[in-house]
């Protein structure tokens, strides 16, 4: 069956890095785009980052572009979040998702991000 298991998550100082990893199985990760969302408490959960499956193309939420970086390897089927520059504001609860092209989505545990001093 299809799992997705991020990793990565932890606390960081304002202006840390952190590195988001989210291992696939159970469908064919190279010929799929992958997906990053974020939820903080109280709020929607919203799409931070995508990567496509063949080109590699991103596409990044305003509110991250130019600090957060997607990738993939796809002989390891994972999918990564580099996270750079981290402010209060990106603290939330990280989900790595696949949409499958027949409508449903899949989602990880999540792994929780703190950025606080």
């Known amino acids: 069956q299809v799992q997705l298991v991020e990793s990565g998550g932890g606390l960081v100082q304002p202006g840390g890095s952190l590195r988001l990893s989210c291992s696939a199985s159970?469908?064919?990760?190279?010929?799929?785009?992958m997906n990053w969302y974020r939820q903080a408490p109280g709020k929607e959960r919203e799409l931070v980052a995508t990567i496509t499956a063949t080109s590699g193309r991103t596409n990044y939420a305003d509110s991250v572009k130019g600090r957060f970086t997607i990738s993939r390897d796809n002989v390891k089927r994972t999918v990564f979040l580099q996270m750079n520059s981290l402010k209060a504001e990106d603290t939330a609860v990280y989900y790595c998702?696949?949409?499958?092209?027949?409508?449903?989505?899949?989602w990880g545990q999540g792994t929780q991000v703190t950025v606080s001093s």
């Open positions: 159970g469908f064919t990760f190279s010929s799929t785009a």
């Open positions: 998702n696949w949409k499958a092209f027949w409508g449903t989505d899949y």
